[in-house]
């Protein structure tokens, strides 16, 4: 329910509070305990008397499934509560694209493309009507297209039928979880911090999730493996590693080339899989290091993707590369990962939106299925907005005030986030305090810490904001954490 449907509702009931009792008893045009025009006594007046309302069934939320009452799935919703309750405040919070790459006439020229490609691929009226009015493959049907671009743009050679294209990376990251993580000793194993989406799943699915804690400079293979057997070493049987390796959400870290290929050489000795996630790399400046997928020989990536960031976040489009073959009891492979996943997929979503895979199909056709040449602009938009952001931090906070106060951030060449230590402890109290007093909203740290963690940290997004924002924001920041710092000595 909207806002404005609950003043509404609320005025509605104060004029019924306040008015006499004959108005209510006898409304305007009705005769005495009747409807209009009829007498008291006349039969049907009875017949038309609403029943009294029956009370609500409650239901008691010990009841209901344990996640709705995790603190981990309340984060965002207190995030945008802040928001709204604060318009006038500039936000350093969300995680969205910059809303001048988008116009409107971008999504019909992309549909028409498609269509055009359906047609010249030999499809007839009824074959291209067919493809975006009605339900399509459960796997998806757009698998050719995308396949040929993460061959030319991501150096990534997997069949078409190894995808299945999702309701966002959120569903895949679902799926993925859902097949892989079946036994009561399966555990996932993900960086800290770590974005909640794929927290936030496992969650719902009651998979078993074991935090290995990002150092200053990134996630170490040393502290992967020590968890890997850690794990064993409890009984319990380690499946996947979930990593973001291209400016993370929420730390902005960066795998480096070596660590990338050390934790490929991990996973094949320690028989576990991989999950990847890439949503920044390809709206950041400069040439991205191949992905783990672009690296993997032994099928030991499952690879998340995600055009949110690279198209729009209205398509509601990802897809995930499953190329891990599967077998039976008797050792007989029985097809691909991608396959299982799909018969998830039909049970939960049926199939992915064939409008919002046509405008998705029609862009990457449009640029010869080269995002990183389609972004190219908007990675360096990015590019400057996250130097924008280090530039007003240095300006409001100079390096000899921010060794007095204890404060200190990290340096990303690109994404959408970067991380601040602060001497005080950064929960949604501070957090109320700096939208209202100061103005400015930023992100708690500790919304990314599965197992604790991150209480003196928070989180600025840099993708959002104009130059001026930019500035002004950063400067209001600044006061608030003096004011903050200076409060809790």
Not at 59 to 66: M, N, S, V
Not at 100 to 110: K, L, M
Not at 153 to 160: A, F, H, K, L, Q
Request: hydrophobic fraction near 40%; aromatic fraction near 6%.
């Amino acid at each position: 329910m909207s806002g404005g449907d609950i003043d509404i509702q609320q005025a509605g009931a104060r004029a019924l509070d306040d008015a006499p009792g004959d108005a209510l008893d006898n409304p305007a045009g009705t005769a005495p305990g009747g409807v209009p025009g009829k007498a008291s006594g006349d039969a049907s007046a009875d017949r038309a008397r609403p029943e009294p309302a029956a009370a609500a069934a409650a239901l008691r939320k010990e009841e209901l499934h344990a996640s709705v009452s995790s603190p981990l799935l309340d984060t965002m919703n207190f995030l945008n509560e802040i928001t709204l309750r604060y318009p006038e405040a500039i936000s350093f919070a969300p995680g969205r694209p910059y809303d001048g790459f988008f116009d409107n006439e971008q999504i019909f020229t992309h549909i028409r493309r498609f269509l055009d490609h359906l047609a010249a691929q030999g499809g007839t009226p009824q074959d291209v009507r067919t493809a975006v009015f009605q339900y399509g493959p459960t796997a998806g049907q757009i698998r050719d297209v995308l396949a040929d671009s993460l061959r030319v743009d991501e150096g990534i050679d997997v069949p078409p039928e190894s995808i299945v294209v999702t309701v966002g990376a959120q569903e895949g990251m679902l799926l993925v979880l859902r097949a892989l993580l079946g036994g009561p000793d399966d555990v996932l194993l993900v960086s800290s911090p770590c974005y909640v989406g794929i927290t936030g799943a496992a969650r719902v699915l009651d998979v078993a999730v074991t935090a290995v804690e990002e150092r200053e400079g990134g996630v170490s293979c040393d502290d992967v493996e020590a968890a890997i057997l850690a794990e064993r070493a409890r009984g319990r049987r380690p499946r996947a590693f979930y990593v973001v390796p291209d400016h993370a959400n929420p730390s902005g870290n960066t795998m480096d080339l070596k660590s990338r290929h050390a934790l490929l050489d991990l996973a094949a000795r320690h028989d576990v899989l991989i999950l990847e996630d890439t949503p920044y790399r390809l709206v950041s400046p400069g040439t991205p290091l191949p992905t783990l997928k672009a690296l993997d020989r032994e099928r030991r990536v499952v690879h998340l993707g995600s055009f949110s960031k690279t198209l729009f976040p209205g398509a509601r489009v990802g897809f995930v590369i499953a190329d891990q073959p599967v077998v039976d009891a008797d050792g007989r492979e029985g097809g691909l990962l991608a396959d299982e996943l799909a018969k998830i997929k039909s049970m939960v979503t049926v199939n992915t939106s064939s409008l919002s895979q046509a405008v998705v199909a029609g862009a990457l056709l449009a640029s010869d299925g080269r995002l990183s040449v389609l972004n190219a602009e908007a990675a360096e938009y990015y590019g400057r907005a996250m130097r924008a952001v280090l530039a007003g931090l240095d300006r409001s906070i100079p390096a000899d005030r921010r060794a007095a106060l204890g404060v200190r951030w990290n340096r990303p060449t690109g994404g959408f986030f970067l991380r601040m230590q602060v001497p005080f402890r950064a929960d949604n109290a501070a957090l109320a305090r700096s939208a209202q007093d100061f103005g400015v909203i930023w992100t708690p740290m500790s919304y990314f810490y599965p197992q604790g963690g991150g209480e003196h940290a928070i989180r600025l997004s840099t993708s959002y904001l104009t130059a001026a924002e930019i500035e002004e924001g950063t400067a209001r920041l600044a006061r608030f954490i003096e004011a903050e710092s200076a409060a809790s000595r």
